[in-house]
């Protein structure tokens, strides 16, 4: 019974380790998915989740199996998917929160190295943190003597300092190259993996810069012999060098070789092949490198090139140096056989590569079509995938296995190709193109239902084996999420989950494929949607080195690629997503932009709508954006210039700080929340039914004379319409209808009007005037009644006058307004009558006024009333213009001397007096008549 339960259990826990590299790979995943979204506190130390071993097993009703960590296949398998953990944690901190402390990572440093922290390094150094630490940090890290850490380390510092060509990291990395040392210094036994890692900080610390002596060295890198029995990972070894070469003479072309001839032939004879005007020549290896070191170990090699070895590298280091040159010299070499002699001498997986290549040369002819991919197919394999479905030919001579695997390999090869150059531009052409190669390719696996309809060639897995096609499949796929990066597209989101459901036993799936499917979930929400991919150079090689279509076996697999450069895509990402948020509120919104395309070699100028919460297109191809649509104020935003971020943060100038754009919604709209079709635009008509329009015109009422509002509530109409927060307030302090004091039920009134007017009319500013009107004129009421003295002068009566003859002067069209007048005409000539009313209800006034223009006498008595007399006596004055009490006497005196007092005399007071108004010339013309003046 007790060993029937330990074989059972171990059997289980055998099932768990197949099922342990899903967590394992899922680092891939979160990693790009929380690339750069947190802010950490630099007061504590970032926690890094740990990593779940254990597995489900679905026969036993899903019944967990843990795996005991200290057994050493287990601890062997987990060490670098550790190293992911740790990049997964470092690379969710935000690259722009300012400079990161040197204190909190040395405080984040480990008492024992480990693969975790390792792994933080590497994503610190992308995100350009690790500038903050000194050499003296830098070698107590080396003295540990951790090869993953120092691997985190190297690459991070590369990172960081990246095109800076900093002397003192050039030497911490050329020190770890042994090739490089001097034959006086001691020997060093290094692992392969650290020495590419520090090959390709080289490539990262010198990018663009063309170094003639770094260029010779990473030449000479990609051909060197092992120098000890290690063999395994000498392939890695080349293509890191390769990449390397391809970083510091990225986009270069001839001019990254003083001695042209040579170092293109050099890296032509490490892919395999011809050299330039078809010179036959064998390259060896005593004739090229100026390697010191004889190989020390038990394996024997011949002086002849290894072209398996040396030719990933070599052909992804001429992709890169010719990098959209155009160059059809350098295309052309990179030949794709034509026949079937030299299918035989071509491994398939090569094929793929230069197909890569000889894209990424000619980038403009990149186009995501079926045609184009058609037309990189040579015609022999055309003719040979044709005929594999016509059964009754038996007899050809024509090995049909080398046709399929250079058909799939091109095919895959131009598919990455795709995905590198609409790298992040969600093009819905590549998308189809790429999705509809994806599900060809799992239908030849596996058939699935499916829509789409293709004349491809059937039956390719009869005539190539499976792994071949899954991995096809799985670089496919993961172009068409690099293409899609940070838009969650649902039907590419649906075939990543259909992949990654399928298990070990029904896909054959290995820990590459699985790390593939993902990257590509994880590219596809990119940094939680709110990032995406570049196109410019530096991009497309970080791009390139992290899609190297060589995948890993296993979790420990570095033979060919080194796992830790399944990162560098960090390069490649950038925020370009828009946010538009209310001015007034302080809320995201959605708001309508249109887009400008700059004009091209290959388009017109156009534009295209978008709504926001939006990611743009590259800096470089925008013209401007445009804030449309009626419920915003529209605005007009000039990208900048070509060597200027367009996101670049702490400048204040820049409306897109901070991925941010700050829009004003228009009074009276509802934002698209509330109002998605925009049927609440009848709010206006329901607005007008509820308050009836006040009726200011009518000389008799008093101001705010209207009926009761409704049951609505007027801070909820108004929130609809506006979020200025002081409308808000003003809407429930003012406007509420709880008010039950029946002295301010007019006011109560008049606010509700007063709110509709201005909101209806987008003009909130207006409201304070408004207030200001009415509060004057019911003031002078309250004096003229009372007796209480509320004003000292009579400046406001010139305030209300000014406004009076802007009104009549826009009424008269001797001013033109594109949006009619300030304040409603009907509200200042309901005030005009209602201070006449205050002026003429005065019964002791006219005894007031005679004194004045007889005797020139002011009522100066202090009392009360004689105050009253006073400010009302000033009011009249200056409300109708009356002439001092000198010159209306001179122009009576002239008017009794030239005609007699028997009628009235208005037309010659007129004339006499042209300022004066002509209520006060009827009053002065009655007064002279009666005898009193």
């Known amino acids: 019974m007790g060993r029937g339960c330990e074989s059972c259990l171990e059997a289980h826990g055998a099932s768990a380790m197949e099922s342990c590299p899903k967590d394992y790979h899922s680092t891939f995943r979160r990693g790009a998915f929380t690339l750069a979204t947190t802010y950490t506190l630099l007061t504590e130390a970032l926690v890094v989740p740990k990593l779940i071993l254990a597995g489900r097993l679905p026969a036993q009703q899903n019944a967990t199996v843990n795996l005991d960590p200290n057994i050493r296949s287990v601890s062997e398998l987990k060490s670098w998917p550790e190293f992911h953990n740790g990049v997964a944690a470092g690379l969710k901190l935000a690259p722009f929160q300012g400079k990161m402390s040197r204190t909190w990572i040395l405080y984040n440093k480990p008492q024992e190295p480990n693969f975790s922290h390792a792994g933080l390094l590497l994503a610190l150094g992308l995100h350009e943190h690790l500038r903050v630490l000194m050499i003296s940090d830098v070698y107590r890290y080396l003295s540990q003597e951790h090869d993953i850490t120092t691997v985190g380390l190297l690459l991070g510092l590369a990172a960081s300092y990246r095109g800076t060509m900093d002397p003192a990291i050039s030497k911490i990395l050329l020190v770890h190259v042994p090739s490089r040392h001097p034959s006086t210094f001691p020997e060093l036994e290094l692992p392969t993996v650290l020495q590419s890692a520090a090959l390709m900080g080289i490539g990262l610390l010198y990018e663009g810069s063309a170094h003639p002596l770094t260029t010779k060295i990473l030449l000479s890198e990609i051909g060197r012999q092992s120098g000890g029995d290690n063999v395994l990972e000498r ?38 092949s011809k050299l330039l005007n078809n010179r036959d020549k064998s390259l060896h290896l005593g004739a090229l490198a100026d390697d010191h070191i004889q190989s020390g170990g038990q394996m024997l090699e011949g002086t002849r090139i290894n072209v398996d070895v040396t030719a990933p590298g070599a052909t992804l280091a001429l992709a890169l140096i010719f990098l959209k040159t155009e160059s059809e010299v350098v295309a052309s070499r990179l030949h794709i056989p034509a026949t079937h002699f030299e299918l ?6 090569f094929i793929m590569l230069r197909t890569i290549a000889r894209n990424l040369i000619m980038w403009s002819r990149i186009c995501p079509s079926g045609d184009w991919i058609d037309s990189l197919i040579p015609e022999i394999v055309k003719l040979g995938t044709v005929r594999l479905t016509n059964e009754a030919i038996e007899n050809d001579e024509f090995d049909r296995q080398a046709l399929v695997q250079a058909y799939v390999n091109i095919v895959t090869g131009a598919c ?44 390719l897995l009869q005539h190539v084996d499976r792994g071949t096609l899954e991995i096809s499949m799985h670089l496919v796929v993961l172009s068409l999420s690099v293409v899609m ?21 029904d896909g054959h799936m290995n820990y590459g494929m699985q790390m593939t499917i993902s990257m590509a979930i994880g590219f596809l929400f990119l940094g939680g949607g709110v990032r995406t991919f570049s196109t410019r150079d530096s991009a497309i090689a970080a791009l390139l080195i992290t899609l190297y279509p060589r995948l890993p076996t296993g979790p420990n697999d570095n033979r060919c690629h080194l796992q830790a450069f399944r990162h560098i895509y960090v390069i490649a990402a950038e925020s370009r997503w828009l946010q538009t948020v209310d001015v007034d509120s302080g809320l995201p919104v959605y708001v309508p932009l249109e887009v400008t395309i700059s004009e091209t070699d290959h388009f017109a100028e156009t534009s295209y709508s978008e709504v926001t919460p939006c990611i743009l297109p590259e800096r470089s191809m925008v013209k401007n954006i445009r804030v449309c649509g009626p419920r915003y104020w529209p605005q007009l935003i000039e990208v900048l210039p070509e060597d200027k971020s367009l996101i670049r943060y702490g400048n204040k100038s820049d409306p897109l700080v901070g991925c941010l754009l700050y829009v004003k919604r228009k009074v009276g709209f509802c934002s698209y929340v509330d109002d998605p079709i925009g049927c609440q635009s009848l709010l206006s008509r329901a607005m007008h039914r509820a308050f009836v329009t006040p009726r200011m015109s009518s000389s008799s009422t008093k101001i705010g004379e209207v009926c009761n509002p409704s049951s609505n509530n007027v801070d909820q109409l108004v929130g609809t319409f506006s979020a200025d927060p002081s409308l808000l307030a003003f809407a429930q302090v003012c406007c509420d209808s709880s008010w039950n004091n029946i002295n301010d039920t007019t006011f109560h009134e008049f606010c509700s009007q007063v709110m509709f007017e201005c909101v209806s009319s987008d003009r909130p500013a207006l409201l304070q005037i408004y207030l200001t009107l009415y509060t004057t004129i019911a003031s002078m009421w309250e004096q003229a009644k009372s007796g209480r003295i509320l004003f000292h002068d009579s400046c406001f009566i010139y305030s209300l006058k000014l406004a009076l003859a802007y009104i009549e002067a826009s009424s008269n069209g001797k001013l033109s307004s594109p949006r009619g007048g300030i304040i409603k005409s009907t509200f200042l000539t309901s005030m005009k009558k ?8 005065y019964v002791g006034f006219q005894k007031v006024f005679i004194n004045y223009l007889n005797m020139n006498k002011w009522p100066d008595d202090p009392s009360v009333e004689h105050r009253q007399e006073a400010m009302l006596l000033s009011w009249y004055l200056h409300w109708y213009s009356v002439a001092p009490s000198n010159v209306v006497k001179q122009a009576l005196e002239k008017i009794k001397t030239k005609v007699p007092i028997f ?16 209520r006060a010339i009827t009053e002065i013309d009655k007064l002279m008549l009666s005898g009193c003046l």
């Open 903 to 918: 009628s009235s005399m208005v037309p010659l007071l007129h004339l006499l007096l042209p300022t004066t108004h002509n």
């Open 485 to 505: 990066a940070g838009s969650g597209h649902l039907q590419t989101l649906r075939l990543l989950r259909y992949l990654r459901s399928r298990s070990s036993v």
């Open 235 to 272: 392939e890695g070894y080349a293509v890191a060098a390769g990449c390397a070469l391809g970083l510091v003479a990225l986009g270069k072309g001839y001019d990254a070789f003083n001695f042209m001839d040579a170092s293109i032939d050099q890296l032509f004879q490490y892919t395999g």
């Open 834 to 841: 209602h201070v006449e009313e205050i002026l003429n209800t």
């Open 344 to 349: 035989q001498y071509v491994r398939p997986d």
């Open 416 to 459: 990455i190709s795709i995905g590198l150059k609409y790298a992040g531009t969600r093009n819905s052409d590549a998308q189809e193109l790429l999705y509809n190669y994806s599900v060809y390719f799992l239908n030849e696996i596996k058939h699935v239902a499916s829509s789409s309809k293709n004349d491809l060639p059937q039956g």
